[in-house]
């Protein structure tokens, strides 16, 4: 009975008090049960503990006898290097020619699957959409082939030279960059962003539209149909205003090098008439002082000769022997030419004053005849040998 009790294990009395550790907690009881707790109180203490700190049937438990109870330790925070990992995305079908397809273009900076947007665009396009807003292209999933379409479309045959560092995409570009605003500038320079946005547009308002074939039915879509002939239209509306506007342009440049070149021509026979002038008039001048000269040195000659004055119409009209239209006309164009008048301006005018002139010395005699008529006696024809008979009017 002695033996029995020094087997007897000591139960220690849990203690209440605040442990020196100062987090405020109640010390742990050993995974024993209180002992104003009912049945059960321990296992449900083991529950409640939960995590690492549970105490299950296989987890070996040391029970203390004696000495103090060890104070509470918090459990370990999980640390930046223990993050969760990601799982990568689900592969789609046809994913991989297109990104083998993007990546011989030679003009992205790493491979087509590392580029989130561009990765996204692909992924999409295929029908592989991660958010739950509803698309074209989540509505009717497109293939490679039709990848491979849209690239060659959009960017083999058009858009290959605007990638270049060169090209001259705005007047602010050069070898090393361009400086003007991206809006106005024919560069691409950022050619991963073109080539998402180049699988992701969708003109067409049918989602079921690919380039302007029905996806199912491979029929001709009857909106890209009509937005066409839209399109032509209004290029054929433009290129004919531009046309216009050129054959005016061309016209008025034409009319204006025509008149400079009249006015060039005008004053050129401008001055060849005065020149004509003033070289006419010297040597009238020069004539009439010879004549002078010779008159003073020999005034026997003047009975002999009557010497017209050069500078009067009836002077003129006695030395050429001409009548007097002939010095009507050179007096009218006289005084045109003092007027400023010269070339055909000035020949058009002596011309209309001399029918104006001769119409005048039409009616003159016209009239002047009839009164010679009527002064006649009554009886008599204007011939000597025929006689007017009473009833004539004259």
Not at 78 to 93: D, H, I, M, N
Request: charged share 30%.
């Amino acid at each position: 009975m002695g033996d029995a009790l020094l087997l007897k294990p000591v139960v220690q009395e849990p203690s209440f008090e605040m442990n020196t550790g100062g987090n405020g907690r109640r010390p742990s009881t050993g995974g024993f049960a209180r002992a104003d707790a009912g049945p059960g109180a321990g296992d449900e203490d083991q529950r409640e503990a939960g995590g690492s700190a549970a105490v299950t049937e296989e987890s070996a438990v040391e029970v203390q006898t004696d000495g103090p109870v060890p104070a509470w330790k918090p459990a370990r925070k999980r640390t930046a290097g223990s993050a969760t990992r990601t799982q990568e995305p689900r592969p789609v079908a046809g994913d991989v020619e297109v990104f083998a397809l993007l990546d011989s273009l030679g003009v992205l900076a790493s491979p087509a699957n590392r580029i989130p947007p561009l990765r996204r665009a692909v992924r999409e396009f295929l029908g592989a959409q991660v958010d739950a807003r509803p698309t074209a292209f989540s509505m009717y999933p497109r293939t490679m082939e039709h990848a491979v379409t849209r690239i060659n479309a959009g960017w083999t045959r058009t858009h290959t030279a605007r990638s270049v560092p060169g090209f001259p995409g705005c007047p602010q570009c050069t070898e090393s960059g361009c400086t003007g605003p991206q809006e106005r500038c024919d560069r691409i320079r950022r050619p991963q962003a073109y080539l998402a946005q180049l699988l992701l547009v969708q003109d067409c308002e049918r989602p079921d539209c690919e380039l302007g074939v029905i996806l199912g039915s491979r029929e001709k879509c009857g909106l890209c149909i009509g937005r066409a002939r839209q399109m032509a239209d209004d290029l054929a509306a433009t290129k004919w205003l531009a046309e216009d506007a050129e054959e005016r342009a061309r016209a008025a440049a034409d009319t204006e090098t025509t008149g400079a070149a009249e006015a060039e021509k005008e004053a050129a026979r401008a001055r060849a008439a005065a020149e004509s002038g003033a070289r006419r008039a010297a040597e009238v001048e020069e004539t009439a002082r010879l004549r002078e000269q010779l008159a003073a040195e020999n005034p026997e000659l003047a009975a002999f000769a009557e010497v017209p004055e050069p500078r009067s119409a009836e002077g003129v009209v006695r030395t050429t022997g001409r009548g007097r239209a002939a010095a009507e006309e050179q007096r009218v164009r006289s005084q045109l030419v003092a007027e400023g008048l010269v070339g055909s301006t000035l020949d058009t005018e002596v011309r209309r004053r001399m029918s104006l002139w001769k119409a005048s010395r039409r009616r003159e005699a016209e009239a002047a005849d009839l009164a010679a008529r009527a002064a006649r006696p009554v009886g008599a024809w204007p011939t000597a040998d025929l006689q007017q008979p009473a009833a004539a009017p004259f």
